[in-house]
């Protein structure tokens, strides 16, 4: 410290020290108040520009610092102007401002020197969330959390700094729209696209801080502005529960929660003090230390002070010691993407989590995270064009399909365009990232690389490999391709390859569809078939390009592969036939007393379902391929009755099983399912623990593998096409632009190194090998060995057997029961129509997921309908009769409250009482809100109601947003006793969709 006395003045009262940093609107000096005798830190403004407006940003901080007393934000004692008898380095009128002075350094000296101990982190970082909580309460919204910015106090607390360009909620006139202030790896992906920061987009900053805080780098650390600015809008990073698999649950997923892409899904400040503190806690009574390697990224010009005396703080050897954290494995592991968890919650895992999905179609590119990459940090960006290393070279031509039209195929990429960086442009790069600058990102990113505007370009992919495609779209667009000099920018949405056959037989209308693709990559080219034959084309689809491929296989625990005779030999479809259908003999091969319970998805949607009918078929004794016949034949119906009939349910992805698996071992409960059919691939993910769906978080392995069995017989494989819409529907918005841009995707896709990315996450390539690293980590329970393969029936030997099926499949005995308080009877925003209307009209689409051997009957249910009685039966369960079923949906009115718990429980006793021990019994009940009738049943009492045998399965679908978390919990407990599954259908216009996933359980 400058001795009083010596030293630049600031008027007669600040005697100027050393420089202690130099921040983006200032130089922090350490100084000395004269009139009070005290240390302090005097922030003298830096003229940077008049983009920055920075004189009124210096004054508001002043101003909103000064509004925000607490003890976790550096106070502010004073604010002045320098005048021309002032000795400092500053011409006059330069503001200054005179804070509290912390002799700690900042948050960035501090993981400099190593990263501290997770309670270290969780301790101070509270800290921090409480001053942003704080400063959301009165409408303050930061705008540049960063470890800078967060300043150490001598007793090692941390105090939030730089309010400088801090937004109030009032309009401050200082920020043009479009413009990003702030440094940029730590702004969230709205603020990039122009959106107003809020207090969710300071959450998403601290999301960047913690991460950083706890691993020593942060997620999103490209090299280049376009990269950078790509990788955060598309939400996928490297997940902590990885790569730090001894740190508390609470904290990764905290972080995961922060950097959701969506602002409303993001936890508040207050929670996140509350999260923070609660873990600080719990590490400091068990000495939690982690040690992780540190990663020194590109230096800032921080305002800092002397560092602290002494190391990192830490407490004495605990549970949360882990040491240094396992070497990713050269793999599979890696979770890209963007990770989504919940709050920590206590007690036991709660099944039946919402299953709903997004709109089908739906805009933006998929959340599901990539698995099995095998590199850190960014996705590099590898050469277009040709096959690359280690890839097949690109078919030539382009093959016709159907009504003459053609299939997207690459020809020779033509030689790219080579885009350098000017001089000027680096400039400004280096002035936004290091000082916290102004940019118009997409203006600014097409004028980097020379296009002339954009080409979208719309990719509806399979979700399996949707989350796959879209970090390759992500590495597409980061070195975008042009055409005719506009850039082709690719998005990918997430369709189911069942309902895009429907959209796509449809015309693929935009109201309940979403946006239109351009190409299509379903699951298998079976599909596209099916496409045809809804459309009316004539002849067998040419052979489309294979993105990859994926055999169906026959997945079980150890235990049942076992018993079905691995690892000596692989069982056959007979071998699942006799016995699903003969308990005595699965009891005595598995030395168990449940019976054999095949479990697939429903093959009207699902791929693994439809495979597994069309194998079940191939490998029927005395089929002959003509499918009419066939089915006339007693020895092929038995046949595919008896694997039918040997599941207690379908679904509509297999995620539902596995799900299920999973949650019955780690509760070590008896498992529902003895073996079920997926894909090869899914089996590797599985195990893994890697995620499955859209908005899943990447997991522990499972306690027990699954064993991928290949059966004898033969198989089907999915190939994963690549077509043009226009190749099998007429599809006039798919330009010769398009078709243009869609080639040079496929160029890019089928190139060697994104092939080893497929590869890496369990697929198989062309040649129908497994990357050597997937079958070494698999330990024997994934071969490296192709299996037998069925070539596919043609499409019209498909659609009869698709028809047939409902008529093989076990039969169903269901109830739908419907809410008909007066609240449905509310608009749906966007529509003219009722939530009723939407309900009933998707009830009415769903009754054609129902065969001829299927019951179906309907309740509607408010309150005192009846009496004391909260229901009404509008028609009795029997056998499917939709023209009754169609008149008492027409003739519900709404009415009344909400009395769902006593409808709960009659409507299962109704079911149990007509119980088929042969089908499916359940029930669907749809409600908008929580149950409003007090005299009714408890939710614990209800809950021990519905376990009762026989089991109905209990399908709840929370309808519209007004039921409360506690209404949820109770729905998803209700599905969870029952073996059902909770869906949710928060925007009322997706009902139909959700309707359908549902009834793909029968």
């Known amino acids: 410290m400058t001795p009083a006395g010596t030293g630049p003045r600031l008027g007669d009262r600040y005697v100027l020290g050393e420089v202690l940093g130099r921040g983006a609107t200032g130089a922090v000096y350490a100084a000395h108040d004269v009139h009070l005798d005290r240390p302090v830190a005097v922030k003298v403004l830096i003229q940077a520009g008049d983009t920055l ?34 000795t400092v380095d500053a011409a006059p009128g330069t503001p200054f401002l005179v804070m509290e002075l912390l002799t700690g350094g900042s948050w960035k000296d501090t993981l400099s020197r190593g990263n501290p101990s997770p309670p270290r982190v969780a301790s101070a970082l509270a800290g921090v969330a409480r001053a942003l909580a704080a400063a959301h309460a009165v409408g303050v919204t930061h705008r540049d959390i960063k470890p800078a910015n967060v300043l150490i106090s001598a007793d090692g607390s941390a105090k939030l700094a730089d309010f400088g360009i801090a937004k109030s909620v009032e309009s401050t006139g200082l920020t043009k729209q479009g413009e990003i202030v702030g440094t940029l790896a730590y702004t969230a992906p709205e603020c990039l696209e122009g959106q107003a920061a809020g207090p969710a987009a300071d959450v998403w900053s601290f999301g960047v801080l913690l991460y950083e805080s706890l691993s020593g780098r942060r997620p999103f650390e490209q090299e280049t502005l376009g990269a950078l600015i790509t990788a955060i809008q598309s939400g996928r990073y490297r997940s902590l529960a990885y790569d730090l698999p001894a740190l508390p649950h609470s904290l990764s997923a905290t972080v995961d929660r922060c950097l959701d892409p969506d602002p409303p899904h993001r936890p508040s400040a207050a929670e996140l003090a509350r999260v923070l503190g609660e873990a600080a806690a719990a590490g400091e009574s068990s000495a939690p230390v982690t040690t992780v390697t540190p990663f020194l990224g590109p230096v800032e010009f921080p305002v800092s002070g002397p560092p602290v005396s002494g190391g990192p703080v830490s407490g004495p050897p605990g549970s949360w010691r882990g040491g240094a954290p396992p070497a990713p494995p050269t793999s599979g592991g890696p979770s890209w993407g963007r990770p989504v968890s919940g709050p920590p919650v206590s007690g036991g895992p709660v099944s039946g989590g919402p299953v709903s999905g997004p709109p089908r179609g739906g805009s933006g590119t998929s959340p599901v995270p990539i698995p099995g990459l095998r590199s850190s940090g960014q996705l590099p960006v590898p050469p277009r064009g040709g096959a690359g290393a280690g890839g097949a070279p690109p078919p030539s031509g382009r093959p016709v399909a159907g009504p003459g039209r053609p299939v997207a195929g690459p020809p020779p990429e033509p030689p790219r365009k080579r885009r350098r960086w000017l001089v000027p442009v680096a400039g400004v790069v280096a002035f936004v990232v290091l000082a916290g600058g102004v940019l118009g990102s997409r203006a600014l990113i097409d004028s980097v690389s020379g ?37 082709i920018k690719v998005r990918i949405v997430t369709v189911k390859s069942g309902e895009a056959v429907d959209a796509l037989a449809k015309g693929w209308p935009t109201d309940d569809y979403g946006d239109r693709p351009d190409v299509w990559s379903p699951a298998s080219s079976v599909w596209v078939g099916l496409v045809g034959q809804r459309v009316g084309a004539i002849g067998t689809p040419a052979k ?37 259908g003969n308990d005595a003999a699965w009891k005595a091969a598995s030395h168990s007393n449940t019976p054999f319970v095949f479990a697939r998805t429903n093959p009207l949607v699902s791929t693994s379902g439809l495979h597994a009918t069309l194998a079940a078929y191939l490998a029927a004794p005395g089929h002959t391929g003509d499918v009419q016949q ?21 679904g509509d992805t297999t995620l539902t099983f596995l799900d299920t698996l999973r949650q019955q071992q780690e509760e070590q409960a008896a498992t529902t399912v003895s073996a079920l059919a997926v894909e090869e691939q899914t089996v590797w993910a599985y195990n893994q623990g890697e995620p499955l ?37 007429d599809a006039p918005w798919v330009t010769p632009a398009k078709r243009t841009a869609a080639d040079k995707f496929l160029s890019f896709l089928l190139a060697g190194p994104q092939q080893e990315t497929f590869r890496a996450a369990g697929f198989r390539g062309a040649d129908d090998k497994l990357d050597p690293d997937v079958v070494a980590k698999s330990n024997g329970l994934i071969s490296a060995d192709a299996p037998t393969a069925f070539a596919p029936p043609q499409p019209a030997a498909v659609q009869a057997l698709l028809g047939a099926w409902r008529n ?30 939407l309900a009933t009209r998707a009830a009415k689409e769903s009754l054609s997921y129902f065969g001829s051997n299927d019951s179906v009957g309907l309740w509607e249910f408010s309150t005192h309908l009846s009496g004391s009685v909260d229901h009404r039966q509008i028609v009795a369960l029997g056998p499917k009769d939709e023209a009754a079923l169609s008149r008492g949906l027409d003739s519900l009115k709404a009415k009344n409250d909400t009395g769902l718990y006593d409808t709960a429980r009659d409507a299962v006793d109704t079911v149990r009482e007509s119980a088929d021990a042969d089908g499916i019994n359940a029930v669907v009940l749809l409600t908008d809100g929580d149950n409003q009738d007090p005299g009714s049943i408890s939710p614990g009492a209800l809950l021990t109601s519905l376990k009762k045998a026989p089991r109905v399965h209990v399908y709840p679908v929370a309808f519209g947003s007004e039921l409360t978390p506690a209404g949820k919990r109770v729905l998803s407990q209700i599905a969870a006793a029952t073996g059902g599954q909770y869906y949710e259908s928060n925007d009322p216009r997706n009902i139909e969709s959700v309707l359908g996933d549902v009834m793909s359980n029968f």
């Open 53 to 86: 407006t920075t004189p009124e940003r210096f004054q508001r901080e002043a101003r909103t610092t000064a509004r925000l007393n607490h003890a976790n934000i550096v106070a502010v004692y004073d604010v002045g102007r320098v005048t021309e008898r002032d």
């Open 451 to 487: 296009c002339s505007g954009e080409l979208p370009l719309v990719v509806a992919a399979s979700p399996e490999k949707s989350g796959i495609v879209s970090a390759l779209a992500d590495r597409f667009n980061a070195d975008p391709s042009d055409v005719d000099g506009r850039c």
């Open 544 to 580: 489309a390009p294979s993105l990859a491929r994926s055999p169906l296989v026959i997945a079980a625990p150890e235990a049942t592969a076992k018993a079905l005779g691995w690892p000596d030999r692989q069982p056959s479809w007979q071998d699942i036939a006799r016995y699903a």
């Open 630 to 650: 066939d089915l006339e034949r007693n020895s092929v119906k038995l046949f595919l009755r008896t694997l039918e009939r040997s599941t207690d349910r379908y």
């Open 693 to 729: 769906s859209a908005g899943a978080s990447h997991l522990p392995p499972p306690k027990e593998k699954l064993v991928a069995l290949h059966p004898s017989d033969g198989t089907l494989v999915s190939d994963h096409p690549y077509v043009t819409v226009d190749s099998v529907i």
């Open 808 to 837: 093989l499949n076990k039969p169903a005995n269901v109830l739908i029961v419907l809410d008909t308080s007066g609240s449905m009877n509310e608009k749906v925003p966007g529509t003219s129509t009722t939530r009723l209307q």
